[in-house]
């Protein structure tokens, strides 16, 4: 990863599968922050919790997000590996 310094143009999503609902979870929602590095074939690389939404939601997060997909960052229309931070969001309706 490096500094781009021409034109930037950060990751784009293009395919985010929700995540399983928690079985055991006692609250009906919650929201996980992740960071990772989008790497330049657009796949999530080293996924970790930035801000807990709590057990089992942290893990059934990332658990998801491994299996995003996104447009790569690119400087100057080069893919470039960029990090990023990604909001898991959790809700049940009954």
Do not use: H
Request: overall charge positive; hydrophobic content about 35%; glycine content about 8%.
């Amino acid at each position: 990863m490096g500094n781009c310094s021409l034109i930037f143009m950060p990751p784009q999503a293009v395919s985010t599968p929700n995540p399983m609902f928690p079985p055991t979870a006692r609250d009906r929602q919650s929201k996980v922050v992740l960071w990772m590095i989008v790497d330049i074939k657009g796949k999530p690389q080293n996924v970790k919790v930035s801000r807990s939404g709590g057990e089992p939601f942290d893990g059934l997060a990332m658990t998801a997000v491994r299996d995003w997909r996104f447009k790569p960052g690119t400087c100057n229309g080069e893919p470039m590996p960029t990090p990023i931070s990604v909001e898991v969001k959790f809700q049940i309706y009954r």
